[in-house]
């Protein structure tokens, strides 16, 4: 999936019902959780997914009226 990040539990990861929520980095949210392992919460290396939200931010700037803060690494 292009713009996605691929997530690997360490404890778990998502799971079915997750898809829409968000995807936090140091306390700044930069992706939307789209993809998630039916054995997730069982497994801790199972992998999910999360869609960037960078490549969307003029978009949502604009549509939303709101503008983002640049992201802190």
Request: proline share 5%; glycine share 12%.
């Amino acid at each position: 999936m292009e713009y996605c990040y691929k997530l690997k539990g360490i404890d778990g990861i998502s799971n079915h019902g997750d898809s829409g929520g968000p995807f936090f980095v140091n306390d700044q949210l930069v992706g939307v959780n789209v993809t998630g392992s039916h054995v997730a919460d069982f497994y801790p290396n199972e992998v999910s997914g999360s869609m960037q939200l960078a490549p969307f931010v003029p978009w949502i700037e604009r549509t939303a009226g709101v503008k983002a803060l640049e992201f802190e690494r």
